[in-house]
């Protein structure tokens, strides 16, 4: 069998070791219901422009991805309709007023098929690509994610999408425990708070990429030209 053809990335704390026929792209949670005013998180009281602001990069990054010919996997973080996938636990908190399951103003809020949970249209998904519905913060929890990656023989991924300290994150995390060597898109990925994204950013990379690695869009665009 032949060895696999292998490239760089510029990245931190290192160059990220690319295999150019085994990685693919996953954006996390890019929905309305986090993006636009109205939606669940300006409810909470969040700068939804934070968001927002990252939706060119992420663009950018989904089509430099699809110019290669490579896998792109959108994820949506909701529930059933009748909530038997939503803890009590995770419903209880937030914002006492709106809580996930309730009427909001883009229909119940973070429910599988509503208006709020839907991906941003300029980051829509086209025929082909994989979209993962979850209901965690992690996108292998109670998803078939990990399937699909391994029929797919993915073992490389890039990571963009919202909001780094948590859904990225733990995905980056839940990735690493199973293998995958992970790259986060800084300039495609965001939080509410930008301390907490730059914790995040630290911790990723700390002690020799122990969660994974960090580059730059342009970055890893180009190195998987």
Same mark, same amino acid.
């Given at each position: 069998?032949?060895?696999?053809?292998?490239?760089?990335?510029?990245?931190?704390?290192?160059?990220? $070791?690319?295999?150019? =026929?085994?990685?693919?792209?996953?954006?996390?949670?890019?929905?309305?219901?986090?993006? @636009?005013?109205?939606?669940?998180?300006?409810?909470?009281?969040?700068?939804?422009?934070?968001?927002?602001? /990252?939706?060119? =990069?992420?663009?950018? !990054?989904?089509?430099?991805?699809?110019?290669?010919?490579?896998?792109?996997?959108?994820? +949506? @973080?909701?529930?059933?309709?009748?909530?038997?996938? !939503?803890?009590? #636990?995770?419903?209880?908190?937030?914002?006492?007023? !709106?809580?996930?399951?309730?009427?909001?103003?883009?229909?119940?809020?973070? /429910?599988?098929?509503?208006?709020?949970?839907?991906?941003?249209? @300029?980051?829509?998904? /086209?025929?082909?690509?994989?979209?993962?519905?979850?209901?965690?913060?992690? #996108?292998?929890?109670?998803?078939?994610?990990? =399937?699909?990656?391994?029929?797919?023989?993915?073992?490389?991924?890039?990571? #963009?999408?919202?909001?780094?300290?948590?859904?990225?994150?733990?995905? +980056?995390?839940?990735?690493?425990?199973?293998?995958?060597?992970?790259?986060?898109?800084?300039?495609?990925?965001?939080?509410?708070? $930008?301390?907490?994204?730059?914790?995040?950013?630290?911790?990723?990379?700390?002690?020799?990429?122990?969660?994974?690695?960090?580059?730059?869009?342009? =970055?890893?665009?180009?190195? /998987?030209?």
């Amino acid at each position: 069998m032949p060895e696999r053809l292998t490239a760089e990335i510029k990245a931190e704390p290192f160059a990220f $070791p690319l295999k150019r =026929d085994a990685i693919a792209l996953i954006v996390i949670d890019m929905q309305r219901d986090f993006a @636009e005013p109205g939606g669940f998180g300006a409810s909470l009281g969040n700068d939804v422009g934070r968001v927002t602001k /990252i939706v060119p =990069d992420v663009k950018k !990054l989904i089509e430099g991805f699809r110019s290669a010919g490579l896998p792109v996997i959108h994820t +949506m @973080e909701c529930h059933r309709a009748d909530l038997s996938d !939503l803890p009590p #636990a995770k419903r209880n908190r937030g914002n006492p007023t !709106l809580k996930i399951g309730d009427q909001g103003p883009m229909g119940r809020v973070l /429910i599988s098929g509503e208006p709020g949970t839907a991906i941003l249209s @300029e980051l829509a998904p /086209i025929d082909g690509e994989v979209v993962i519905e979850k209901p965690g913060k992690g #996108a292998f929890y109670a998803t078939p994610l990990g =399937d699909i990656l391994k029929a797919r023989g993915i073992e490389q991924l890039v990571f #963009a999408g919202v909001t780094t300290e948590v859904c990225v994150q733990t995905t +980056m995390r839940e990735a690493n425990d199973r293998g995958y060597e992970c790259l986060l898109a800084e300039e495609a990925t965001e939080s509410y708070f $930008p301390e907490f994204k730059s914790a995040a950013i630290a911790m990723i990379k700390a002690q020799g990429a122990i969660v994974g690695w960090v580059g730059s869009v342009d =970055d890893i665009i180009e190195g /998987i030209a």
